[in-house]
């Protein structure tokens, strides 16, 4: 097999046969000629059913994760959605970490209950407490890992062994690490999961969602599923996904060099009580994480030690990184999950503390957003 920058800026992708363009078209195509009744000239039909840029895109990711079959979405929760609706049926039970990505939780907390599916949520760098919680009807266990925004570390390998033995499914939401730094497949997930949107578009500029796989009667499903609910994405944004994900590599380097600072130099600010970074040695996932990772990427979390005002206003005291929701893109962004990304899960078992304060520290030069934090930290401490 290729190396990874190789089948990221190659897989899905040759010149184009008609007019030899090095870079692949934007086929705003809806239909396609057909010579004859169902006489298709490429495979191509309908564009909800497949698009040229959207098949480019599949095989890229899919290449990426080491699957046999990808497929893109118009989000991350739209591709969460169909696999949920493929994978789960009234009376089925599904496991989720108990600092699941907000929009996750809603998803199942808030629709899928309403269709008699039922859920525990728990700590799956606990693999015991997983176990606690498998029922003979429990169908799927949704992993994340590094998890969202408490940065959790899970052994996907074991927790796959455990799953497999239930007879559920394990879906790997893949998104903080991206495939650069860490292939679930390889380690025993059945399916992997991305919001695009984050660290494989990279530029804060297109949303998107991908499943990647390899067993084959699941993708059929899948593939059934999503051409009859049509939560596919445009070509733009496919094409925007695409140009993203040919830079993964440098970027997610230059992400993982900048957050190790990032994490060190908040570790020696008084102003900071705690900060949550898979790469530090005393944090205690870092011996899973260094296993299955290739680095330890670019979210940074810590806990203001002047509880919820003073993390309020560190928030709103950086120049550089930004105040928004979301990750993954070249420019830094802070945010306070409390408020803000999570806040769907406050009052709920899965409320993240409220001195809590997320960084996704982009790809400027690190001196500068060092710089940054500690300003803001030095006017609350
Ligand atoms: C953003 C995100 C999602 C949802 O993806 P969208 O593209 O926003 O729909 C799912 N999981 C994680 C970990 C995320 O960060």
Redesign the pocket.
């Known amino acids: 097999m290729k190396g990874f920058s190789t089948r990221a800026i190659h897989a899905g992708q040759d010149p184009d046969p008609s007019t030899g363009a090095v870079i692949l078209p934007i086929h705003t195509s809806s239909t396609f000629a057909q010579d004859g009744v169902g006489g298709l000239r490429a495979g191509y039909e309908y564009s909800r059913s497949a698009n040229p840029t959207r098949t480019a895109l599949q095989e890229c990711l899919a290449a990426l994760e080491g699957g046999s079959h990808g497929f893109a979405f118009g ?4 591709a ?1 959605d169909v696999l949920l609706r493929v994978l789960v049926r009234p009376g089925d039970h599904v496991v989720i970490p108990h600092d699941a ?1 907000g ?2 939780f809603r998803l199942i907390d808030k629709v899928l209950t309403q269709w008699g599916v039922t859920y525990s949520a728990v700590d799956l760098g606990d693999v015991e407490a997983l176990r606690a919680v498998l029922r003979p009807e429990t169908k799927v266990v949704w992993c ?1 890992t590094p998890t ?1 925004p408490l940065l959790g570390i899970a052994d996907i390998s074991a927790v796959a062994e455990v799953t497999r033995a239930a007879g559920a499914r394990l879906v790997v ?1 893949n ?2 690490a991206s495939p650069y730094l860490q292939q679930p497949l390889a380690l025993g997930a059945d399916v992997v ?1 991305h ?4 660290y494989v578009g990279g530029h804060s500029d297109v ?3 991908a499943l990647i796989l390899s067993d084959d009667e699941l993708a059929e499903q899948i593939k059934f599923t999503q051409n009859s609910v049509g939560s596919v994405p445009g070509p733009f944004d496919a094409w925007l996904t695409l140009r993203g994900v040919k830079t993964l590599a440098v970027r997610m380097e230059r992400h993982s060099d900048n957050a190790e600072r990032v994490a060190e130099a908040l570790a020696a600010h008084p102003a900071v009580g705690k900060v949550l970074y898979p790469g530090l040695p005393e944090h205690p996932g870092h011996a899973i994480a260094a296993r299955q990772m290739r680095r330890f990427g670019g979210m940074v979390s810590f806990l203001v030690a002047g509880g919820r005002e003073a993390a309020l206003k560190v928030c709103a005291g950086t120049e550089l990184f930004t105040l928004a929701e ?2 993954g893109g070249v420019e830094s962004l802070i945010e306070h999950p409390h408020e803000m990304t999570h806040a769907s899960v406050a009052g709920s078992a899965l409320e993240v503390p409220d001195s809590l304060v997320r960084l996704s520290v982009g790809i400027e030069d690190v001196g500068d957003l060092v710089e940054d934090l500690t300003h803001a930290l030095d006017a609350v401490r």
């Open positions: 989000s991350g929760m739209g969460s990505y929009g996750t994340e969202n939401d998104t903080f999961l919001s695009t949107t984050k949303v998107g969602g979301s990750l």
